[in-house]
């Protein structure tokens, strides 16, 4: 059963692969490749290199770009031939026009929702960066559309796809069902002055620190062991959330910080990031294996395969909720170094 479940996993990897060698995919499935046509918006930011490195990989084609700013040559180096606009009427003629089978959403997080609802009116399948909504409300909306339109909407959550995620999966589903685990999650990115100015500085617009930098983690949680039944935050700020998740299968202490000075031990660089998962005292290594996520990811939704709505739903309530908690300091298990935010 295991291995059936996990399938998928090894074939993403090969056809990954075979894509970057320019084999053609008619040598790993029945269907012959077919070169799927992208639009992106919000190109300009950091996330959109990712997303163009995938489509890149894959053999796909970006044919137009939208951002409201127009420093975006980083273009040049995977779709000279892409059109690219400041202006988003434009940008939506360019995507019926050009007849634009996926559209990448790569926006501030408060923009996924609206910016997604327009690419499934352009006619065009949406792939948005995490998260994939800031409220459950929002994520309402947009399957309204979906069904609407017939289209469909997919999401980001190559930490699903991570090889040591998908082993401690293996380990969780093949399991004793009753056993309940004792997990702590440390995820420490620190982040410059600039952060704060920004709009993932701003809570309306980023959901905050826990859904800005945690949706991955959160999710890939409740992937594993169930959705909460409780929450419990012991600490929020501008720079720090920490706090208590009782999962179906799990008692889980999480702590997500972007100040460097949190971290229990200094890493190689000083703005390196700090990630550490324990499962009942053992370590789960999380310190590599990213560079790929983005293509396997592409590469499972072009194959019909992608994560849903629905999907990443518990996730979003759960972070929505993180979100509007007041903070309880003394209230229930806590993570080891939250009695250092107190001192």
């Not at 959109?48 to 180096?77: C, E, P, W, Y």
């Not at 309204?144 to 190559?158: E, F």
Request: proline share 3%; charged share 20%; with cysteine.
């Amino acid at each position: 059963m295991a291995t059936k479940n996990y399938a998928w996993y090894n074939k993403i990897l090969f056809s990954t692969f075979a894509c970057r060698l320019h084999i053609n995919m008619h040598n790993i499935s029945d269907e012959l490749f077919v070169c799927q046509r992208f639009a992106i918006i919000g190109v300009a930011g950091y996330i959109a290199q990712r997303h163009l490195m995938a489509v890149k990989s894959l053999g796909h084609s970006v044919v137009t770009a939208h951002d409201i700013f127009d420093s975006v040559g980083i273009i040049d180096n995977y779709f000279p031939d892409a059109r690219f606009t400041t202006d988003i009427k434009t940008f939506v003629d360019d995507m019926q026009n050009l007849k634009a089978d996926y559209l990448s959403v790569c926006t501030p997080n408060h923009l996924h929702c609206s910016h997604t609802i327009m690419g499934l009116e352009a006619g065009a399948d949406v792939i948005c960066e995490k998260p994939l909504a800031l409220t459950v409300d929002e994520l309402n909306c947009m399957d309204a559309c979906r069904r609407t339109t017939g289209r469909n909407v997919y999401t980001i959550l190559q930490l699903r796809l991570h090889p040591e995620v998908i082993k401690l999966k293996k380990k969780i589903d093949t399991g004793d069902d009753d056993m309940v685990y004792d997990v702590d999650l440390t995820y420490i990115t620190p982040r410059g002055h600039w952060y704060f100015s920004s709009w993932k500085g701003d809570k309306e617009k980023s959901g905050g620190l826990a859904t800005n930098i945690g949706i991955h983690f959160i999710d890939m949680l409740i992937w594993i062991f169930g959705d909460a039944s409780e929450i419990i935050v012991h600490h929020s700020s501008n720079d720090c959330v920490a706090g208590f998740l009782n999962l179906r299968k799990a008692k889980v202490r999480f702590f997500l910080s972007i100040n460097n000075e949190h971290k229990p031990i200094q890493t190689k660089g000083m703005m390196s990031p700090y990630r550490r998962i324990t499962v009942n005292g053992e370590c789960i290594d999380l310190s590599g294996g990213f560079t790929e996520l983005h293509t396997q990811s592409y590469a499972r939704i072009t194959e019909g395969q992608g994560y849903s709505i629905d999907e990443t739903k518990a996730a979003i309530r759960t972070l929505e909720i993180i979100r509007n908690t007041h903070p309880t300091p003394n209230k229930g298990e806590r993570h080891p170094l939250v009695s250092n935010l107190h001192r």
